[in-house]
């Protein structure tokens, strides 16, 4: 496992299903209770085996309806702390469920679409996967624009993705993306995006 992430980061070697089980019944709990334990969250973050953040990111995924726009900070925390695709990618579905119920998020996602830091502009970019005819086309757009022109790879992914991801439900606006940007995209977010049109 820790191979699989260029050694930056320590594991017990949990797999997914046997990390699961151990805490199902802590983030059960808390579920009926409508509560989320950010003190516990944050100990969770420091420890320096990897699947404690893979718990913080399971944990908020169960309890994403009790997630407000006034925790989106603590979450950018978790985003910049010990940041790798691997939590980056599930935290950033919290935040857009967020955004299902809160218009302020749009402008916080545009503002991290521009932001020095690759990992809070990957997870604005990603923030609406899975949304499907929930998605704001115009915020996907004005996002993914930002971000034409790097040389980050992690960013051309995340772009090539999002549009990916989106095609499946509207492939119309992701070949008129295609076509309206083709010389400002990078290559791998062309390749990406294409795969599904």
């Not at 209770?33 to 913080?56: G, M, P, S």
């Not at 995924?61 to 726009?69: D, H, S």
């Not at 034409?148 to 499946?168: C, M, P, Q, T, Y």
């Amino acid at each position: 496992m820790s191979k699989y992430m260029r050694g930056q980061f320590d594991f017990y070697g949990l797999p997914a299903p046997k990390r699961k089980e151990v805490y199902s019944g802590l983030i059960q709990a808390d579920k009926r209770a409508k509560t989320i334990d950010w003190d516990f969250l944050d100990r969770c973050y420091e420890d320096r085996h990897r699947e404690f953040q893979y718990l913080v990111y399971d944990y908020l995924l169960a309890l994403k309806r009790y997630v407000v726009y006034e925790d989106i900070p603590r979450i950018k925390r978790y985003i910049t702390t010990k940041p790798w695709w691997d939590t980056v990618d599930f935290l950033c579905k919290v935040i857009g469920d967020v955004g299902l119920r809160d218009p302020r998020v749009k402008a916080l996602m545009a503002e991290w679409s521009k932001d020095e830091n690759i990992w809070l502009r990957r997870a604005a970019i990603e923030h609406q996967l899975g949304l499907k005819d929930k998605t704001d086309t115009a915020l996907l757009e004005q996002i993914v624009a930002n971000s034409l022109g790097s040389d980050e790879f992690f960013v051309n992914k995340a772009i090539g993705w999002a549009l990916r991801d989106h095609s499946k439900c509207d492939p119309a606006f992701v070949k008129g993306f295609i076509h309206k940007y083709t010389d400002k995209m990078d290559s791998l977010s062309i390749k990406e995006a294409s795969k599904y049109i």
